[in-house]
């Protein structure tokens, strides 16, 4: 997956990632409409509005972006038709040759771990194997040790997968219990050098590891940092555009052979139709294609 | 939510929780059979067997158990219709007066937590309302901050409803992150400082507090020092049992009041007909009730 990633990244000389994160308020009045004439005011509707708005967007996007980042929490929200908006998601932006990362951040321990590897793992039922969450890779949360990342590990190796491990969140009160001070450093450049090392296990081709890192933009002296300290670990960059980060801010976050980083924004792409009065609501798709290469422009310089 | 876990707690006498994790190969051969014979070799047999072992399990419980802890990991594995099966044993645990705790142990920032909120505050679509998850309470991770959080205190209080952060889970390698030595102690005390904070946000009415702390029975010392360290937050102990915590372990994890904990056990009671040759399969509810009246002897003592 990593390997694939860079390819997708250099083909496209766009190391970004579309959030694909909707809100009812993004979605296009007509699409909105449709929806609610057909099934009414449901969760079914707006799984409808959140599939179609994400195929216009999938459609789009897929020659100049290398992967799109669905957040399963927008899709959770709306129960078990949002989950099917979700992997439905997932399964067209797969169709369209991007790599599809599922922002999980989910974390557990042992056999708990192991069922939320069937995410990139897939599962067999008496023999028969079924791939369900149509995900190239996955983010997860450290906090339970390497237990919760273990179970990843193979599907990583065997099924050329991937996973990114929080280390830096970009939010505000990330500060809370990622900063907190501990000998050698802050609780962050902690789990910072065990992701390092969880990633020797999963090593690709092009000297990434499949195991990479979430590290915010906005937090620029930090990602530098981490950068030097976890060379050979993929950083998956969120912060970007609504949240506050700007190119520059995160140019020392790759590598010195210029890889090493995709850099995500949601609200800026997606929803960029609202941003501009030229746009009307039928433009969505266009407003985020140009968009996306603003911000392929803004990382590029 | 807190209060009526207490009540609940002390009508039955049973400070315990039944951890809903089902894994295919505790399914009795019966049910299985069933199953397979009526939906072939798919994710829906399997969602099947769930719902109908599940029911089973609560139908022979809901008597002399509080509540149920599903792990939502067990049903994700098996993609869209694994997540039916939880929420339809969410349901019927509800149904049958159980309080439900949902583990899920999300954690994500901002506009993100909020949406995960939706698990217990529901969502709303043009006006109309849908409570989609059926959870009294849900488990979080800390590791984004209060972020992570604050989302969720809204329904804790208006909808009476709660949520339990991981402080000290039960695993062996919890000490990665948790046990990183900071000033003034472990991370895990930090984290418990922390939540013992926000708990204050969300006060029941018996001296408890709808944000609880997740702490694992496997670590005797530490749970009887954060009970100490936050007198007012309920705890959801996993670890009892199969992990390998006894009820001796975990005296000094209640409060002085007698309440403060309760105890989860899964494997040990929901698959308790596989450990004893004088079950057969389709004993495995009486074996559950079995199972659950011990453990509550060996709590009590």
Redesign the interface.
């Known amino acids: 997956m990593i390997d694939r990633l860079i390819d997708k990244i250099e083909k496209t000389g766009n190391p970004s990632v579309v959030g694909l994160?909707p809100?009812?308020e993004m979605i296009p009045a007509n699409i909105r409409k449709e929806m609610?004439d057909s099934y009414g005011?449901?969760?079914k509707?707006?799984a409808e509005m959140f599939i179609a708005f994400n195929k216009g967007l999938i459609g789009a996007l897929c020659d100049i972006a290398p992967a799109v980042k669905p957040?399963i929490?927008?899709y959770?929200?709306?129960?078990?038709e949002g989950?099917?908006a979700y992997?439905e998601t997932a399964s067209y932006a797969k169709e369209k040759g991007m790599v599809v990362i599922g922002d999980l951040?989910?974390?557990?321990?042992?056999?708990?771990?192991a069922?939320?590897a069937?995410?990139i793992g897939g599962?067999t039922?008496?023999?028969?194997a079924?791939d369900?969450?149509n995900e190239d890779a996955v983010t997860l949360?450290?906090?339970?040790?390497?237990?919760?990342i273990e179970p990843f590990i193979k599907p990583c190796n065997d099924l050329d997968k991937g996973i990114f491990v929080?280390v830096k969140?970009?939010?505000?009160?990330?500060?809370?219990?990622?900063d907190?001070?501990?000998?050698g450093g802050p609780?962050f450049e902690?789990?910072a050098a065990?992701v390092a090392e969880w990633g020797k296990l999963a090593m690709g081709g092009k000297g990434y590891s499949r195991v990479g890192a979430v590290v915010g933009a906005t937090y620029k002296e930090q990602g530098e940092k981490l950068r030097k300290m976890m060379p050979s670990t993929f950083f998956l960059v969120p912060g970007y555009g609504a949240q506050g980060g700007k190119g520059s801010d995160i140019k020392g976050f790759f590598g010195p052979d210029g890889r090493g980083c995709i850099v995500n924004s949601s609200r800026g792409i997606i929803a960029a139709y609202k941003n501009d009065r030229k746009y009307s609501d039928a433009d969505f798709a266009d407003a985020a294609r140009n968009a996306a290469l603003k911000m392929k422009g803004d990382i590029a310089g």
């Open positions: 994160d809100v009812y609610l005011k449901t969760p509707a707006v957040q929490a927008m959770e929200k709306y129960g078990l989950v099917r992997i951040k989910r974390g557990d321990i042992a056999t708990t771990a069922a939320y069937a995410h599962v039922v008496e023999g028969e079924f369900l969450w949360n450290p906090y339970m040790g390497f237990d919760g929080l969140t970009s939010n505000p009160s990330s500060a809370d219990v990622q907190i001070e501990a000998p609780l902690r789990v065990l």
